[in-house]
């Protein structure tokens, strides 16, 4: 079993030992936990694809701490590079830039770009910071799974492997960063955390990448962050005392046993959203559902992650 460690200086020295000895550790960050290594490190990399039963072909993302790493990583720096680091870091936005080709190839993914992302996590600031070189982090669940957003959701999905994790409780968005590639059209190819509508802003000709092409981002494939228990959108079927529903502040379907009320606020019910789905899959029903959220007369925008994620989880396609 991982083995938890807390948030103190000496934690962080340990977190940064293990690390610079070849090891992956769990790590707190503001969207959801991630499984870090040495980016330089391909040994070490190599350990969280094993470990996630990740394929190779879905590339990682570097966490940096200061911008001026993005020098060691990136070939090119867009024009647009300096507003969007002004605006968003740190923060839930990953860019992805053409790369140097001192980026090891399995981070890559044998691709010639590279993602980046500068986390706001205080802890995970720290531990960027002692270390001074970037981390390769994906989301510590296992391929497909949930993403964690404790430490126990860690140690969930990976019962027998003994890393550390920094356990800094509760992640603060419960949602992955957004992917944004300034490779050419800038282009969504995640949502996430930050708003389409605020990149927007300074990127006036964003497009979006929607789930039916999205060979770019393979984590954007279909049926990720599935539950194992069968889980469809509810369209008025009876439900029975083995089953549950995940509502948003809606009206509960009758004769349900089981509910998990969101909230109709979606930046609440953003934060639950993945522990809601594990410890749905977990109460061992036999069936799930959700009410999607009624979006008359409310800021769809604030929605669009959550739909996402509902899509990608359910069985509806
Ligand atoms: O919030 C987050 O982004 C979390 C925390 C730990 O930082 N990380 C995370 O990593 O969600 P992961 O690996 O679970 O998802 C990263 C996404 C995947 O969809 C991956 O395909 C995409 O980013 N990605 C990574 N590198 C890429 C690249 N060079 N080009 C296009 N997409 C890339
Ligand atoms: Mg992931």
Do not use: C
């Not at 349900?256 to 934060?271: E, Q, R, T």
């Not at 009410?291 to 509806?316: C, F």
């Amino acid at each position: 079993m991982a083995h938890r460690l807390g948030t103190s200086s000496s934690d962080i020295v340990a977190a940064v030992d293990y690390l610079r000895s070849g090891g992956v550790v769990g790590v707190p960050t503001e969207t959801v936990y991630g499984l870090a290594a040495s980016a330089f490190n391909v040994e070490a990399v190599s350990k969280i694809f094993r470990l996630k039963g990740r394929p190779a072909s879905n590339p990682l993302i570097l966490h940096i701490h200061h911008q001026d790493q993005i020098e060691q990583i990136a070939s090119t720096i867009p024009k647009s590079l300096p507003r969007i680091v002004e605006e968003f870091w740190p923060g839930p936005l990953t860019v992805v830039l053409k790369s140097k080709s001192s980026v090891p190839e399995i981070v890559r993914a044998g691709g010639d770009t590279v993602a980046i992302r500068l986390p706001s996590h205080p802890i995970f600031q720290q531990l960027l910071a002692k270390i001074n070189e970037p981390l390769a982090a994906p989301s510590a669940n296992r391929s497909n799974h949930i993403s964690p957003t404790t430490a126990s959701h860690v140690e969930d999905d990976f019962p027998k492997e003994p890393f550390p994790i920094l356990d800094a409780g509760p992640t603060a968005t419960g949602l992955e960063s957004t992917v944004l590639s300034l490779v050419g059209v800038p282009t969504v190819l995640r949502l996430g955390a930050t708003s389409v509508e605020s990149l927007r802003q300074i990127l006036p000709d964003l497009t979006i990448k929607t789930p039916s092409h999205q060979s770019d981002s393979p984590g954007t494939s279909k049926r990720h962050y599935a539950p194992q228990t069968p889980f469809f959108v509810w369209s008025n079927q009876n439900l029975t005392k083995d089953e549950g529903v995940l509502i948003f502040g809606t009206p509960t379907p009758d004769g349900v046993g089981h509910i998990w009320d969101l909230s109709d606020n979606p930046f609440h019910a953003g934060k639950r959203l993945y522990a809601a789905l594990r410890e749905m899959d977990q109460s061992q029903l036999r069936t799930l559902y959700v009410v999607l959220p009624n979006l008359d007369g409310v800021n769809k925008n604030d929605w669009l992650v959550i739909m996402d994620r509902l899509r990608r989880a359910t069985q509806s396609g």
